[in-house]
């Protein structure tokens, strides 16, 4: 059964930090890529950026791109989101997606696996 659990959400200020996780199992991991997309109220669910789980490449969205890290602890089969310079548009529900492709893909269409959510919350 294959199960990905987000964790360490919550509210921040304006230019805080946070640093999300993504718990993984039952996948065989280097036939993945795992990713994470995000959904703020009202608006549609959008990617955030991945990791090729083979070989550590990660790729981001322009707007996170500079600010936001992925990495990975393959003896944890853990994936992290660590988030800098929050802004009150980074407010949204994060969401960790694994895709059975081990190039990289943004389609959300890819992604077959889903975790639950993290609501992560910047005051400005």
């Known amino acids: 059964q294959v199960q990905l659990v987000e964790s360490g959400g919550g509210l921040v200020q304006a230019g805080g930090s946070l640093r999300l996780s993504c718990a993984v199992s039952?996948?065989?991991?280097?036939?993945?890529?795992l990713a994470w997309f995000r959904q703020a109220p009202g608006k549609e669910r959008e990617f955030v950026g991945g990791?090729?789980?083979?070989?550590?490449?990660?790729f981001y969205a322009d707007s996170v791109k500079g600010r936001f890290i992925i990495s990975s602890d393959n003896a944890k089969n853990t994936i992290y989101l660590q988030m800098s310079s929050l802004k009150p548009e980074d407010t949204a529900i994060y969401y960790c997606?694994?895709?059975?492709?081990?190039?990289?893909?943004?389609?959300?269409?890819?992604?077959?696996?889903w975790g639950q959510g993290t609501q992560v919350t910047v005051s400005s």
């Open positions: 997606a694994a895709a059975r492709v081990i190039t990289l893909t943004r389609s959300e269409s890819s992604y077959v696996y």
């Open positions: 039952g996948l065989t991991f280097s036939r993945y890529c």
């Open positions: 990791i090729v789980w083979s070989s550590g490449t990660a």
